[in-house]
């Protein structure tokens, strides 16, 4: 049969109709086994995502099916009823005070009638209270149910009560980063990932433009704590480091150097450095404003609007422009902070990569490239932000990891990055070892340059062999890794088997049973599987971050 891949004014690519189908043969595919069609679908930041759930519901609409899409927050809430007016899909609003966040007359706002809504919008905030807690919305049968950038907060109370009432519904997972706050799969519930389009793909299409990137200024982390729950950087702590006059100047002068008058999102540390930014940007005459979460949503919009049209230069902003703001005008995004999450970096960098002919652009034209000033060696961290990678399923595999298995069994190898030190710039290998921006050539690709942390210059896109690492070294992380995330000794020594491809009891490394606690706890008569099932972080708790001196007392 064919189908009318028209949405209103839009009609999908055919990258967007592949996935569309991927995802109908997964939903097949799972219930002929009789499993929960729980699915990810992944796709990178400007790929056109919500035009493709625009398009779910309007075929789920056709076959009489019941559609919900539920998003974090009131600011993407009511920019999604506004993109699914223009995709002509009608569709009810469950938020509280919705009427007054959407300004268009295209939704119903009705509590009472959602249960005759064939799609309905909601905040993931109120469905979880009228929904699930207070049961005062009833009566909507949901068939399928989406979930935009659900990686954030996907084994919270709301999704995982939303995931264990609807074994049996289709339940759809968009986001363009599907790993935890640790880099490692989301796991259970989901059954499946789809990974929907490449960046490859996207630049060969015009829909997205090659960045252009510059840094990285060192500002030291040590000593900084991880967040358990979001996998980056403690706020307070991180914010302490950034919020100083001089590297506030260094933003100001790096940008006018590399920025190109462009306009500009800033991401800050923290709410104070961020109008901080702003503040030293608008004293030196250059137009320029803040924003955070207690920024009206009504004024947002007027700021992203002034900011497409050029009278608007700067947006420094904490906390709100990391996820579904699409400017297209935008052309240089600044990271004035360190960021220790992946997943947090690729939405983030993500933000600048839309591609963009319009007047308001330059004097009009099209956007050529997207500039990244990294002042956080977010770069050097976590690789080049339009690297293809491939994202695990397991909740035990890091995402890096099994890239690297991936390109492996595909007999191709990590591209490695490099840095002009010259200029600064940063760019991959794949264009050889002259720098793209001041064309110098580099004499080596062998191993980075120490920076001395003063002016930035471009960054090559390439990435280095990599370096074998000794059995202690990897279990030392393993061990780490699962201390500081609630896993097992058995769960560690896995982790450790799949990163060293060897028998755990044929590594080379202090054996397991030589330490204190671990011998402790057979002396009282348990048996090694026991010991196995005990968590690392009471078992070994000096691995947990700030649990101690970071060694556990061995017995040799």
């Not at 789920?60 to 007016?85: D, H, N, P, Y």
């Not at 960046?199 to 900084?224: N, S």
């Not at 207690?294 to 700067?314: C, F, M, P, Q, V």
């Not at 599987?529 to 691995?543: D, E, G, M, T």
Request: charged share 25%.
């Amino acid at each position: 049969m064919d189908v009318d891949y028209s949405v209103g004014p839009y009609s999908l690519y055919d990258y967007q109709r592949r996935m569309y189908h991927e995802i109908r043969d997964a939903v097949s595919e799972l219930k002929s086994r009789k499993k929960s069609p729980h699915i990810i679908v992944q796709a990178p930041c400007a790929s056109g995502k919500t035009i493709v759930q625009a398009f779910v519901a309007k075929q789920a609409g056709l076959r009489g099916k019941k559609f919900m899409f539920i998003v974090a927050g009131r600011s993407l809430v009511s920019q999604t009823s506004e993109e699914f007016m223009e995709c002509g899909v009608p569709h009810g609003v469950l938020m509280a005070g919705s009427q007054k966040a959407i300004e268009h007359d295209f939704a119903s706002h009705n509590t009472k009638s959602l249960s005759s809504c064939q799609s309905i919008i909601a905040s993931r905030e109120t469905y979880g209270s009228r929904v699930l807690n207070r049961k005062i919305v009833d009566g909507l049968n949901l068939d399928v149910i989406c979930v935009d950038e659900g990686h954030n907060g996907c084994s919270g109370t709301v999704y995982r009560k939303i995931f264990d009432e609807n074994p049996d519904k289709v339940i759809l997972l968009f986001t363009a980063t599907p790993i935890r706050g640790n880099g490692y799969g989301l796991g259970p519930p989901f059954q499946k990932v789809i990974h929907g389009v490449t960046h490859e793909e996207l630049l060969a299409g015009g829909f997205i433009v090659p960045p252009v990137c510059f840094g990285p200024k060192v500002v030291d982390m040590k000593g900084v704590h991880i967040d358990k729950k979001t996998g980056d950087y403690v706020q307070s702590e991180a914010e302490a480091r950034w919020n100083t006059d001089e590297l506030v100047g260094d933003l100001l002068r790096d940008w006018r150097k590399y920025g190109e008058d462009r306009p500009t999102v800033v991401f800050a540390q923290g709410v104070e450095h961020s109008k901080h930014i702003a503040a030293n940007f608008s004293g030196h005459g250059i137009a320029a404003v803040h924003i955070d979460a207690n920024t009206d949503i009504s004024e947002r919009k007027r700021y992203y609007d002034e900011l497409a049209r050029g009278s608007l230069k700067i947006i420094s902003n904490y906390g709100v422009m990391a996820y579904g703001v699409n400017v297209r005008e935008v052309g240089c995004c600044v990271l004035a902070r360190a960021m220790a999450s992946l997943s947090v970096f690729l939405q983030t960098t993500g933000r600048v990569f839309r591609s963009c002919k319009s007047v308001y652009w330059m004097n009009g034209g099209a956007k050529p490239d997207a500039r990244i000033i990294d002042h956080g060696a977010n770069i050097k961290k976590h690789g080049w932000p339009q690297a293809d990678r491939w994202w695990p399923l397991d909740d035990e595999v890091f995402v890096d990891d099994f890239t690297k298995q991936k390109l492996e069994e595909d007999g191709k190898k990590e591209i490695p990055l490099l840095h002009c030190v010259k200029c600064g710039a940063e760019w991959q290998a794949t264009t050889g070892n002259i720098c793209p921006n001041c064309g110098y050539k580099k004499q080596s690709l062998g191993k980075a340059p120490e920076f001395d942390g003063q002016e930035l210059g471009r960054i090559k896109k390439s990435a280095a062999k990599p370096v074998p690492r000794d059995d202690q070294k990897v279990w030392n992380q393993c061990l780490g890794q699962c201390a500081n995330t609630g896993r097992s000794l058995s769960q560690a020594i896995r982790i450790f088997e799949r990163k060293s491809r060897k028998s755990f009891s044929k590594a080379d490394i202090i054996p397991i049973t030589n330490y204190e606690s671990v011998k402790k706890e057979l002396d009282a008569g348990k048996e090694w599987k026991q010991v196995c099932k005990i968590a690392v972080s009471k078992l070994l708790p000096n691995f947990v971050r700030g649990g101690g001196d970071g060694s556990d007392k061995v017995l040799f």
